[in-house]
Every structure is written in structure tokens, then in C-alpha cells.
């Protein structure tokens, strides 16, 4: 029958499916223009130590500044890009952005670390250590132990043994790992004990709610713990509060990022922020000034 006929071309011929299949085309293709046409920016985020204050890096964050809609977020383009074949030159295109501004920093007269969040995907890519490799190769003035990869613990990493072999060779390349969103994955315990880390970032979800949620609070403990028996430093994002801030501390937590102490910004901001910051601190007023004490 006609209606027969019809659910049999559901299978073949699911329009809702097409139209999304349709739009993801056409938006890849403007993604890949705004490669071309520099679209794409990195904003920065500062890291800092609990103990001192002292900043130790920056985090990469990429943007979008679109011509017509405006400064877009990660979670507007990232998940298009995901899977498909923007996603290596992407990646690489932030790399060597995030790279080059180390040096620039340098160049300021700032020894600057930057952490670069690396999807499964492109760590996964054949081309990956490589190209690192060979930007170290030719760029011989830059400290590969300032560059942080951040490895996200939630994404496809279920090869965790070709993982492991790729992050030990930028390991061996000089470069720090980081392991990104810890607790928020099926497998985080997992990946701790296989891949070779060399830093833990909680994630901000757990943190944004530990004053007032127990047992948010009890998983950023246990998480801190965990981080100490395994020798590695641990970073807690998210710290919107001074209260914040004063409860990680005593738990032993080893770094802070989040809106207390800055919000992401572009890279002309950072070596403004940066002086600013380095007088708060060791003049006498103090970082009480900046929000987050070092009581
Ligand atoms: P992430 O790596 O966990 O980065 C932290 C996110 O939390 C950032 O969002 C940051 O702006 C936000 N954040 C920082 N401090 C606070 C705070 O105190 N409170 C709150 N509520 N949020 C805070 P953003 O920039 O939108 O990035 C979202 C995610 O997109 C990142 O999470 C990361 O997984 C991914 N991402 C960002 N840039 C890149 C990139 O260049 N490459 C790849 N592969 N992924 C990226
Ligand atoms: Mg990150
Ligand atoms: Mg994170
Ligand atoms: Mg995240």
C-alpha cells in the first residue's frame, strides 16, 4: 500500500535528516572561509598559583568574530567542526596562533606558559606530534615546557593506547599534558592511570556549585586528593568567588582559574592585564584588590 510504501521511504529518505545534513554542509563551508579570511581569534585566561598568586600561564580560548552575528563562543561552531575535516586544520591553525603568542610574550619581556585544548580528533590524527615537531623544529627560541596541551578526558580517547603514545611523544618533545573537565567523563579514573598526565583540571561544573551543593564539594575534595597521591598539580576552573578561592585553598588545591580572578580576554588585553596583575601583587595593597586573597 501507498502508506506502506511511505514508512519504507522513511528509511531511505528522512528529509528533517537531509536539511540537517544540508545545513551542516553549508556551514562548514563558511567555517573553512573564515579559516581563510582570519575570522578566528584566541582569547586568553589567566592560571594562578593558590599559594602566591603568581600567574603561571594563560589558557587558549578560540573565538569566532563573525562579520554579520558577532564574537561567537566555542559551543556556536565547535560542534560542526567536530568529526569533520575542519577539524585538523583548525586545531593546527590554533596551535601555531597559541604558539606564536608565547613568543610574543617573550618578546615583551614575559616568560608566559599557554595551555591549548586539543580535541580527540586531532590528537588522534597522524599528523598531530609531527606537526608540533616540527614548529618546535623551526622555532628553536621557544620553550616547549611553556606549551600545556589539555586533553578532554569526556571525548573519544577509547583508543587510550594510541593516545598514550602520542601524548608521551609531545611529552618527550618537552611539552606538558593536562587532563581537561576531570570527573566529567565515563572513564576519568581510567585515563588517569593510563594516560601520562602531568596536570588535573576540575571541572568548573563541580566547582561553580561546591558552596552550596555537599556533594560537589565532596567530589573537588576527592578529586584534589586523588590529584596529590598521584604527585600531579591539580587546577580547579570556575572560581567566580573569593570564597571560592579560600575553600580550594584549604583544601590543597594547587591552581585557580576562572572569572574571579579574569575573564577570558583578546590577546591585545593580556600584556595590560599582566602588569597590572604583577603591581597588585607585590605592591602593598595586595591581590585583595583583584578579588582573590591570598590570606
Ligand atoms: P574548557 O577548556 O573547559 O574551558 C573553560 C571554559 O569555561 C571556557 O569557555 C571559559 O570561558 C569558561 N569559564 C572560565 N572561567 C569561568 C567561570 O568562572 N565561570 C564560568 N561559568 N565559566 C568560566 P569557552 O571559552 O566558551 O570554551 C568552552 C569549551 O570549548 C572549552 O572548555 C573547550 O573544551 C572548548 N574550546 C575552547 N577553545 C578551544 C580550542 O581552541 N580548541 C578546542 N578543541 N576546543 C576549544
Ligand atoms: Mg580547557
Ligand atoms: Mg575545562
Ligand atoms: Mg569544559
Request: charge should be negative; glycine fraction near 8%.
Amino acid at each position: 500500500s501507498a502508506k506502506e510504501k511511505g514508512r519504507n521511504q522513511f528509511h531511505f529518505f528522512d528529509p528533517d535528516l537531509d536539511e540537517h545534513r544540508k545545513q551542516k554542509r553549508e556551514q562548514l563551508i563558511e567555517i573553512s572561509r573564515a579559516l581563510e579570511n582570519e575570522e578566528f581569534c584566541l582569547y586568553f585566561q589567566p592560571q594562578i598559583l593558590l599559594s602566591d598568586n603568581q600567574l603561571t600561564g594563560m589558557e587558549a580560548l578560540i573565538r569566532w568574530q563573525h562579520p554579520q552575528r558577532g564574537l561567537l563562543s566555542p559551543g556556536q561552531f565547535l560542534p560542526t567542526v567536530e568529526n569533520s575535516y575542519l577539524e585538523v586544520p583548525l586545531g593546527q591553525w590554533v596551535l601555531k596562533e597559541a604558539m606564536h603568542q608565547v613568543n610574543t610574550w617573550k618578546e615583551a619581556g614575559h616568560q608566559l606558559g599557554v595551555s591549548i585544548n586539543i580535541s580527540a580528533q586531532h590528537l588522534m590524527d597522524r599528523t598531530f606530534a609531527g606537526y608540533l615537531e616540527s614548529y618546535l623544529h623551526s622555532h628553536p627560541e621557544l620553550d616547549p615546557g611553556l606549551i600545556t596541551l589539555e586533553v578532554l578526558e569526556s571525548t573519544a580517547l577509547e583508543d587510550t593506547k594510541q593516545a598514550s603514545n602520542v601524548l608521551t611523544h609531545c611529552r618527550e618533545l618537552g611539552l606538558q599534558v593536562g587532563l581537561d573537565d576531570f570527573g566529567t567523563g565515563f572513564s576519568s579514573l581510567t585515563y588517569l592511570r593510563t594516560l601520562p598526565v602531568d596536570m588535573i583540571k576540575i571541572d568548573q561544573s563541580f566547582v561553580l556549585n561546591m558552596l552550596d551543593n555537599a556533594n560537589d564539594r565532596a567530589i573537588v575534595e576527592s578529586v584534589i586528593f586523588l590529584a596529590q597521591r598521584f604527585s600531579r598539580p591539580v587546577l580547579a576552573e570556575g572560581v567566580e568567588t573569593l570564597e571560592h578561592a579560600r575553600v580550594l585553598r584549604s583544601m590543597g588545591c594547587d591552581q585557580i582559574q576562572g572569572y574571579g580572578i579574569a575573564r577570558p580576554m583578546p590577546a591585545e588585553e593580556v600584556l595590560t592585564w599582566v602588569s597590572g596583575w604583577q603591581q597588585k601583587r607585590t605592591s602593598g595593597s595586595g591581590p585583595e584588590s583583584s578579588g582573590i586573597a591570598a590570606s
